[in-house]
């Protein structure tokens, strides 16, 4: 996931926002320091997942993961 956990802590870590304008400028600018591969590889992981939910018709997939 790229803006999970570790995403979110690229963009909070020591800041405040006091606009959506300051948020969005500091996703965009930390966005365009991802790796093209960092990317891909997450891609593929949400292509695998979705193909459990679809196994799993919406049911859980934790243990298949």
Request: proline residues 2%.
């Amino acid at each position: 996931m790229l803006f999970g956990g570790g995403g979110l802590k690229m963009v909070y870590q020591r800041r405040k926002f006091t606009t959506s304008n300051q948020l969005k400028q500091v996703i965009v600018t930390e966005w365009g320091k991802l790796s093209q591969r960092l990317i891909n590889r997450a891609d593929g992981q949400w292509h695998r997942r979705l193909q459990c939910i679809i196994q799993q018709q919406g049911g859980p997939i934790e243990h298949l993961m």
